[in-house]
């Protein structure tokens, strides 16, 4: 999906860099507060309806989790995690979704220009009409969100509802969570929200509660509140970044690549201006026979 | 059989037979490359152009416009690897076919080295007596276009499949192609400039097939005796 009316701040392919966007404008953020998700799935089946998407037989796994991971049709998944904390069982429940980055490594190595963007309010989302299926963006991506759909050819994900957004409404599962863990507004507020529950948190006993707003992406548009200083706990990513040989392919092997080959034929060039062509002496071979 | 005497427009059928025999002197020029190896260059050729057309566009925007060539961005998504797959059995061919030919010379295993390769660029390099139809140059360049075409196959599947491999090995596939891509493409420039502008009288050998005797003389001596049973040194 792509919105004509929203500011669009970086796009995938761009020639000088990947900004796009002059203005700074305010971003906006999901807030998941996990210690008080009670696991009703309300937010999977409001995004499925919001965004009209096909139902995906679910896997029985021995947990009430609806899929093993995200799909190109079911965007939006509470994971369950058993664990055992201190000798009782905590049942962990994360809402999974794209985390929108502030610097997203899908977007870095989208190698068709626009097909990814992320708007001036922060969200990343995918033009189906210029995506070309190459897959590139779930390589690039620390969190596995970016799926193959396999009837359009393209990447689908998580929109963070831009066509809500954009109106002035808050995504479809914010809108149906009937707990208040799930909020929506600026990153700041989101963020200084996040904070305080974390202190409210530690003041009831856990100590180890944190914020994950990963920086190594440069922060998140969703901020989740973990109960646990552990987010491998929760199947999230201890220290995401975008992946080293990512960066590495895009900033310096293709640069280098693309001034190589152009030194190749300006080289080429050079060569026969100083050398000149390498040609048989005069008359040689002229008078010879033609027999054998 | 007509004659090419009684019909001087026609080429004689027999000299027509004839070209397609390599080392062989018909008509006052040597047969460098009979028709079964031009057809197997330039399928390499062609097919490698059309994975070119379809992949540099994915590689950097400063090639988008190649893209429009092939029909756009998506179009090259989808036939790039099929391209690919045809450069591969294309070079598989050609790799058995030139094989027995491509076995370095005493005097050509020293032509890894970028200094003996400067040497013949700057036409200093004595083309060698005992040398055979190829020299080491071109050998070397054989070895890496057969080395390329297995690096493109096999970092290339990753890539084509990317929901059946894991991240890490994508990542390092994607890096393993694009490296044997720039190499590949700086080969390409130097053999189509070589094959061409450089020396003058090779691009035929490609085309019609055969060369003349100077130009053997000059560039393959030890094959160029054996064809003929000439000595280099006999002009005058």
Known sequence: ???????????????????????????????????????????EAACQEWNDLKTVATHQEGSYQTLPHLDADFWNLIRFNEREVDGGLMWLMRKDQCMHCAEPGCLEACPAPGAIVQYANGIVDVDPSKCIGCGYCSTGCPFDVPKFHKTTGKMAKCTLCVDRVEVGLEPACIKACPTGCLQFGSKEQMVAMGNARVSQLKGAGFQDAMLYDPQGVGGTSVVTVLGHGHPEWYDLPRDPHVPLLVRAWKSILRPLGVLAAFAAVIGVFGHYATYGPKEPPEGDGVGEGRTK | MSSASAQPN????????????????????????????????????????????????????????????????????????????????????????????????????????PSRMARYMRWEDEASEEGGKYNGGQKLFFWAVCLGAVGFLVTGIPMWFPLRFPALLREIAI????????????????HIYLGTAAEPGTFRAMTRGTVTRSWARLHHPGWFRKVTGESRDKRT
């Open chain 1, 1 to 43: 999906m792509t919105v004509q009316a929203l500011e669009i701040k970086r796009s995938s392919a761009a020639m000088w860099g990947t900004k796009t966007g002059l203005r700074e404008k305010p971003v906006v953020s999901k807030y998941i507060d996990t210690t008080t998700c009670i696991g009703c799935k309300a937010c």
């Open chain 2, 10 to 113: 026609r080429v004689d059928r027999a000299i027509v037979v004839a070209r397609d025999r390599d080392n062989v002197v018909v008509a006052g020029e040597i047969v460098r490359h009979r028709r079964a190896t031009r057809i197997i260059h330039w399928t390499v050729a062609l097919t490698f152009l059309i994975g070119l057309l379809s992949g540099m566009p994915i590689w950097t925007p400063l090639f988008g416009w190649m893209a429009y060539l092939v029909g756009g961005m998506e179009v090259a998504r989808v036939i790039h690897p099929y391209a690919g797959v045809a450069f591969v059995i294309a070079s598989a061919f050609q790799f058995f076919h030139w094989l027995g030919d491509m076995h370095f010379a005493s005097d050509e295993k020293d032509w890894w080295r």
């Open chain 2, 175 to 190: 890096i393993l192609h694009d490296v044997t891509f720039i190499c590949f493409l700086i080969g390409v420039i130097l």
